[in-house]
């Protein structure tokens, strides 16, 4: 059983910065892939970013490419989400999952989600 908790949401200006922290409780999250999920209002929950457990396998979206860096550290289990260049499309409550069995399959365990807004 893994629990996750997300922190570093807030509110930032366009053009800023923010880091996404999850904190994961259990052994088991460090041979789980891990991925940050955002929800807008109105919108689908989309998948921002992805790494496998091993952190040799990353995804990220297109709207995020270039600006949102995701990591882990499986010795602190912990995993992170730096974003730069917010913008207001980016508002978004944003969640941190697992899988257990890859970047690409079902996302099992989440977290309560972290609220980002970013101003205009």
């Known amino acids: 059983q893994v629990q996750l908790v997300e922190s570093g949401g807030g509110l930032v200006q366009a053009g800023g910065s923010l880091r996404l922290s999850c904190a994961a409780s259990g052994r088991a999250f460090g041979s789980y892939a891990m991925g940050w999920f955002r929800q807008a209002p109105g919108k689908e929950r989309e998948l921002v970013a992805a790494?496998?457990?091993?952190?040799?396998?990353?995804r990220y979206v297109d709207s995020v490419k270039g600006r949102f860096l995701i990591s882990r550290d499986n010795a602190l289990n912990m995993g992170n989400l730096q974003m730069n260049s917010l913008k207001p499309e980016d508002t978004a409550v944003y969640y941190c999952a697992a899988a257990p069995r890859g970047v690409e399959r079902s996302y099992d365990y989440w977290g309560q989600g972290t609220q980002v807004t970013v101003s205009s």
């Open positions: 790494i496998s457990w091993s952190g040799t396998i990353v």
